[in-house]
T-cell receptor, first 114, second 114 residues
């Protein structure tokens, strides 16, 4: 029972480089999310996908793009990395976008941009 | 605007002592409330959730939380702390089905003294 799997676990980028963070879930969930976690700021929503074929901006979407490849996979792309994007990134999924549907998280990707 | 406040970024208790982690929310209507736990180098896991009905909610690992509408609070408690409870705890509130309305608190790091 893998749950939510994120790759890579760690990544170091130089300013201006691009990369894609991968996320896959095996729980047949409809909704998927990307968050970033910074010290003292809790989690902030970057993008989400309510269902296959849809994506929407969250609280901090600038500098990121997403693709909901299929029901299982939801990727996050940084086109031109900046030091301000140094953070821990979490992918999450939920059964649906309902009020009481809890989130299931991956173990995170720790990204450093130099 | 909806918000979540966790009082105390760091709480330290002795093993066997009562754990009390505070969470207050601001909302014009009763929201859906969650507590998540994050162990080092892992993603967040759901501890418990309040939706409707009984105001005292029991979660995993002996934790429970009480929804008090009059105080707009959802404090997390455990009667007797264990060393394995050392982690970061996040309160989260969701008012409606919009994913962008999931608001996380800034987190409380719980340390357990032997």
């Amino acid at each position: 029972n893998a749950g939510v799997t994120q790759t890579p676990k760690f990544q170091v980028l130089k300013t201006g480089q691009s990369m894609t963070l991968q996320c896959a879930q095996d729980m047949n969930h409809n909704s998927m999310y990307w968050y970033r976690q910074d010290p003292g700021m809790g989690l902030r929503l970057i993008y989400y996908s309510a269902s296959e074929g849809t994506t929407d901006k969250g609280e901090v979407p600038n500098g990121y793009n997403v693709s909901r490849l299929n029901k299982r996979e939801f990727s996050l792309r940084l086109e031109s990395a900046a030091p301000s994007q140094t953070s821990v990134y979490f992918c999450a999924s939920s059964e649906r976008l309902a009020e009481n549907s809890p989130l299931h998280f991956g173990n995170g990707t720790r990204l450093t941009v130099t | 605007a909806q918000s979540v406040t966790q009082l105390g970024s760091h709480v330290s208790v002795s093993e066997g002592a009562l754990v009390l982690l505070r969470c207050n929310y601001s909302s014009s209507v009763p929201p859906y409330l969650f507590w998540y736990v994050q162990y080092p180098n892992q993603g967040l896991q759901l501890l418990l959730k309040y939706t409707t009905g009984a105001t005292l909610v029991k979660g995993i690992n002996g934790f429970e939380a009480e929804f008090k509408k009059s105080e707009t609070s959802f404090h997390l408690t455990k009667p007797s702390a264990h060393m394995s409870d050392a982690a970061e705890y996040f309160c989260a509130v969701k008012k409606d089905s919009s994913a962008s309305k999931i608001i996380f608190g800034s987190g409380t790091r719980l340390s357990i003294r032997p």
